[in-house]
């Protein structure tokens, strides 16, 4: 009403309810962390050729994909949706990419990243379309494109496979360089991982995409373009998903029809464990990023120690139930400090 | 004229119904069949038809109730499969098959205990929680055969995959099991307290536990239901197969909830009828084997289509819906701008959700 109000505005004060879930949020991370550090020390203490340099750079090496494509999951999971599609994503733009050394010798490797790019693009604009623009829910979108694509994946691949001697040594040294003994993927995807946080933490969409996520109703009465939002966040899920089928082909270079199937709910579960909440509205890309790396260096831990790998699917399972348990007993608590504090400050 | 259209409208509205559109959709289907190849209607083709929808429609029952409720069960084809491994693991170990099969239910109603309690006694989303399951159990799944495969399981029900209910030549245990079973949770669903209160608390939770109803223990039993279920469907499934093996039922779960949700069942609960659910399994075992019948279609084709089905089984009814609700808007003449209008309906649209 007048300029000259004498009140200044309330310094948010240490106690504040902000600081509180702030706090919470940090202890979250640095839980993963912990548990991280806990499994790393028990299996070298056990084993101790797990913490050798070879090992370390191979475990960086494989999470850098899962990372990748958790950041895109992120970005959906956050508003509320979820895309079950990556796993099918991944496998289909694996072979696309990858078979362009066969149909195209000597292209360059740019313009293959770009066509497995362009190969999640075009998948995360059918997702988003059907799902912005058709109101279906993303459970049923992306399930159904999760078969679909797959079944185009198997319609394209026949009886074929990409096999390694088909793809340039400089195609498959991508996975394998390193700088400084950092493998370079692992750096690339950290960049991304990056940019991905400084977005979701600053721009004005990035902070639209958590009103979305923890109340739609509100979102939608505060003008935030809710469709234009969730299909933005499902065309960046697609894409790095593109792009993480074509560090698949660096990987494994042997590429058929079934590559990366069931990738998407190791994807979920690293997105899950990072601390992202799977009712939407919290979490961050380097929790993410971390949930990944915890689920890979588990799987390398298991494999060091001569535990069968047939146990990782059911742990990566198990670690989801967990996270999302822990999660919701850590929202109770918060919930019931909040209100005990309100009520306190008479706010 | 108009009180005369409106009338004419009325009578066709019943029409209109989505389940009147499954019929019509299945007749359709055995025409296309029929004109598609001779052998359509051949006993052996209806046969190995009803093998293959029988077991996804008998889950496809407890999927419904689920989704009725506002809830979602992913973890259906992984309890199927730690069933059916149990079942091979047993067996070589010689267990009685009468233990074997106890044990199985029992694991059935265990896994499904589990997502319930988490559900409902933890607060966490279904969706959430049986993706979680899903992984975990086929992950178990995996570790009680390995690699290998059982196959030597005793004549009766080893011939369960080739010969008839009874001596019908043309329908299998599968489909009888699932008719008898329709028809059961058929009456429950309309005719009993139990199962009108599925569609209370599908339509407001709230409500529905202001009215009295036990939303949590309804919900819960229905995840036990659906363990149980999924688990006796795995025994049907290897004993089908005569083989219990890696990977056995992978992604029945997409099948299922594509059945259910092409048999009318709102994603977002409190509609749905057991007659759709049983319309959409045969329209749906009938494309499928039409399309399988011409020479250019295989599984891998049909997986496309099936996605497909699913989304438009929720598109229709939402781009339907979002048309009656802009016709209204307009009839009301409440808004001339169209922009506004289509935002209005789409509110409106957003607002059932």
Same mark, same amino acid.
């Given at each position: 009403?007048?300029?000259?109000?004498?009140?200044?505005?309330?310094?948010?004060?240490?106690?504040?309810?902000?600081?509180?879930?702030?706090?919470?949020?940090?202890?979250?991370?640095?839980?993963?962390?912990?548990?991280?550090?806990?499994?790393?020390?028990?299996?070298?203490?056990?084993?101790?050729?797990?913490?050798?340099?070879?090992? %370390?750079?191979?475990?960086?090496?494989?999470?850098?994909? #899962?990372?990748?494509?958790?950041?895109?999951?992120?970005?959906v999971v956050?508003?509320r949706n979820v895309d079950l599609s990556?796993?099918?994503?991944?496998?289909?733009?694996?072979?696309?990419?990858?078979?362009?050394?066969?149909?195209?010798?000597? %292209?360059?490797?740019?313009?293959?990243?770009?066509?497995?790019?362009?190969?999640?693009?075009?998948?995360?604009?059918?997702t988003?379309?059907i799902t912005?623009?058709?109101?279906v829910p993303s459970l049923v979108v992306t399930l159904a494109m999760l @078969?679909?694509?797959?079944?185009?994946?198997?319609?394209?691949?026949?009886?074929?496979?990409?096999?390694?001697?088909?793809?340039?040594?400089?195609?498959?040294?991508?996975?394998? &360089?390193?700088?400084?003994?950092?493998?370079?993927?692992?750096?690339?995807?950290?960049?991304?991982?990056?940019?991905? &946080?400084? @977005?979701?933490?600053? @721009?004005?969409?990035?902070?639209?995409?958590?009103?979305?996520?923890?109340?739609?109703?509100?979102?939608?009465?505060?003008?935030?373009?809710?469709?234009?939002?969730?299909?933005? &966040?499902?065309?960046?899920?697609?894409?790095?998903?593109?792009?993480?089928?074509?560090?698949?082909?660096?990987? #494994?270079?042997?590429?058929?029809?079934?590559?990366?199937?069931?990738?998407e709910?190791?994807?979920i579960?690293?997105?899950?464990?990072?601390?992202?909440?799977i009712?939407?509205?919290?979490?961050?890309?380097?929790?993410?990023?971390?949930?990944?790396?915890?689920?890979?260096?588990?799987?390398?831990?298991?494999?060091?120690?001569?535990?069968?790998?047939?146990?990782?699917? &059911?742990?990566?399972?198990?670690?989801?139930?967990?996270?999302?348990?822990?999660?919701?007993?850590?929202?109770?608590?918060?919930?019931?400090?909040?209100?005990?504090?309100?009520?306190?400050?008479?706010? | 004229?108009?009180? !005369?259209?409106?009338?004419?409208?009325?009578?066709?509205?019943?029409?209109?119904?989505?389940?009147?559109?499954?019929?019509?959709?299945?007749?359709?289907?055995?025409?296309?069949?029929?004109?598609?190849?001779?052998?359509?209607?051949?006993?052996?083709?209806?046969?190995?038809?009803?093998?293959?929808?029988?077991?996804? +429609?008998?889950?496809?029952?407890?999927?419904?109730?689920?989704i009725?409720?506002g809830e979602i069960d992913l973890?259906?084809?992984?309890?199927?499969?730690?069933?059916?491994?149990?079942?091979?693991?047993?067996?070589?170990?010689?267990?009685?098959?009468?233990?074997?099969?106890?044990?199985?239910?029992?694991?059935?109603?265990?896994?499904?205990?589990?997502?319930?309690?988490?559900?409902?006694?933890?607060?966490?989303p279904s969706l959430a929680?049986t993706i979680?399951?899903?992984?975990?159990?086929?992950?178990?799944?995996?570790?009680?055969?390995?690699?290998?495969?059982?196959?030597?399981?005793?004549?009766?029900?080893?011939?369960?995959?080739?010969?008839?209910?009874?001596?019908?030549?043309?329908?299998?245990?599968?489909?009888?099991?699932?008719?008898?079973? +329709?028809?059961?949770?058929?009456?429950?669903?309309?005719?009993?307290?139990?199962?009108?209160?599925?569609?209370?608390?599908?339509?407001?939770? !709230?409500?529905?536990?202001?009215?009295?109803?036990?939303?949590?223990?309804?919900?819960?039993?229905?995840?036990?239901?659906?363990?149980?279920?999924?688990? +006796?469907?795995?025994?049907?499934?290897?004993?089908?197969?005569?083989? +219990?093996? !890696?990977?056995?039922?992978?992604?029945?779960e997409l099948?299922?909830i594509?059945?259910?949700l092409?048999?009318?069942?709102?994603i977002f609960?409190?509609?749905?009828?057991?007659?759709?659910?049983?319309?959409?399994?045969?329209?749906?075992?009938?494309?499928?084997?039409?399309?399988?019948?011409?020479?250019?279609?295989? !599984?891998?084709?049909?997986?496309?289509?099936?996605?497909?089905?699913l989304i438009?089984?929720v598109?229709?009814?939402?781009?339907?819906?979002?048309?009656?609700?802009?016709?209204?808007?307009?009839?009301?003449?409440?808004?001339?701008?169209?922009?506004?209008?289509?935002?209005?309906?789409?509110?409106?649209?957003?607002?059932?959700e």
């Amino acid at each position: 009403m007048s300029a000259t109000t004498t009140e200044a505005p309330p310094t948010i004060a240490p106690e504040s309810p902000r600081r509180l879930v702030d706090l919470v949020l940090r202890a979250r991370t640095f839980g993963i962390l912990g548990v991280l550090l806990l499994f790393v020390l028990i299996t070298t203490a056990i084993q101790p050729r797990f913490l050798h340099a070879a090992n %370390i750079q191979f475990i960086l090496a494989t999470t850098a994909l #899962y990372a990748l494509v958790a950041v895109g999951e992120t970005f959906v999971v956050i508003t509320r949706n979820v895309d079950l599609s990556v796993g099918s994503v991944v496998g289909l733009s694996a072979y696309v990419s990858a078979n362009m050394f066969q149909a195209h010798h000597g %292209i360059p490797i740019p313009v293959v990243f770009l066509v497995g790019l362009g190969v999640g693009v075009a998948c995360g604009l059918v997702t988003g379309i059907i799902t912005a623009v058709g109101r279906v829910p993303s459970l049923v979108v992306t399930l159904a494109m999760l @078969y679909i694509i797959r079944g185009f994946d198997t319609i394209i691949v026949g009886s074929g496979q990409v096999v390694a001697n088909s793809l340039p040594n400089s195609f498959i040294n991508i996975f394998h &360089a390193t700088i400084l003994g950092i493998p370079d993927v692992a750096i690339a995807v950290a960049v991304v991982v990056a940019i991905a &946080a400084f @977005y979701l933490r600053t @721009y004005r969409s990035g902070r639209e995409l958590y009103a979305i996520g923890s109340d739609p109703d509100a979102a939608r009465l505060g003008g935030i373009p809710i469709a234009r939002r969730i299909f933005g &966040a499902f065309v960046l899920s697609g894409a790095l998903a593109g792009l993480g089928g074509v560090l698949w082909a660096t990987q #494994y270079n042997t590429i058929d029809a079934t590559a990366a199937t069931g990738l998407e709910l190791q994807i979920i579960a690293a997105v899950v464990v990072g601390g992202v909440a799977i009712f939407g509205g919290s979490g961050s890309v380097v929790g993410a990023a971390l949930g990944a790396l915890l689920l890979q260096t588990i799987n390398s831990a298991l494999n060091v120690l001569g535990v069968a790998s047939l146990w990782t699917e &059911a742990i990566s399972g198990f670690l989801l139930l967990v996270a999302i348990t822990l999660d919701r007993g850590i929202q109770l608590r918060l919930a019931a400090a909040l209100r005990r504090r309100r009520v306190h400050l008479g706010a | 004229m108009a009180p !005369e259209s409106r009338t004419l409208k009325e009578r066709l509205a019943p029409l209109m119904h989505w389940d009147t559109g499954l019929a019509v959709a299945l007749v359709a289907v055995a025409i296309f069949g029929s004109s598609v190849s001779s052998q359509f209607f051949s006993s052996y083709n209806i046969f190995t038809l009803c093998t293959n929808i029988g077991d996804l +429609a008998i889950m496809a029952l407890p999927m419904t109730l689920i989704i009725i409720t506002g809830e979602i069960d992913l973890s259906v084809a992984s309890i199927l499969a730690v069933s059916a491994e149990t079942l091979g693991a047993l067996w070589t170990h010689h267990w009685p098959l009468a233990l074997i099969f106890v044990v199985c239910l029992a694991i059935g109603a265990l896994a499904g205990f589990i997502n319930g309690v988490l559900i409902t006694r933890v607060g966490l989303p279904s969706l959430a929680v049986t993706i979680g399951t899903l992984t975990l159990y086929r992950g178990l799944a995996n570790v009680i055969l390995g690699a290998s495969t059982v196959s030597n399981f005793p004549s009766p029900f080893n011939n369960l995959g080739v010969t008839g209910f009874l001596g019908i030549s043309w329908l299998s245990w599968s489909v009888a099991i699932f008719l008898v079973l +329709a028809v059961i949770t058929g009456v429950v669903l309309r005719r009993t307290p139990f199962g009108r209160s599925l569609f209370a608390i599908g339509l407001s939770q !709230e409500a529905a536990f202001h009215a009295g109803m036990r939303v949590k223990r309804t919900k819960l039993l229905l995840f036990v239901l659906s363990g149980v279920v999924a688990a +006796a469907v795995g025994l049907l499934y290897a004993f089908e197969l005569s083989s +219990a093996g !890696e990977n056995i039922g992978i992604g029945f779960e997409l099948q299922v909830i594509t059945i259910v949700l092409l048999g009318g069942v709102s994603i977002f609960g409190g509609k749905g009828t057991i007659l759709g659910v049983a319309l959409a399994a045969f329209v749906y075992a009938g494309l499928r084997s039409a399309l399988l019948l011409t020479s250019s279609f295989n !599984e891998n084709d049909f997986e496309v289509v099936s996605g497909g089905l699913l989304i438009l089984s929720v598109l229709i009814p939402n781009a339907a819906s979002f048309v009656q609700r802009a016709r209204a808007l307009m009839r009301r003449g409440q808004m001339r701008d169209r922009r506004k209008l289509l935002a209005l309906a789409d509110a409106e649209v957003l607002d059932r959700e």
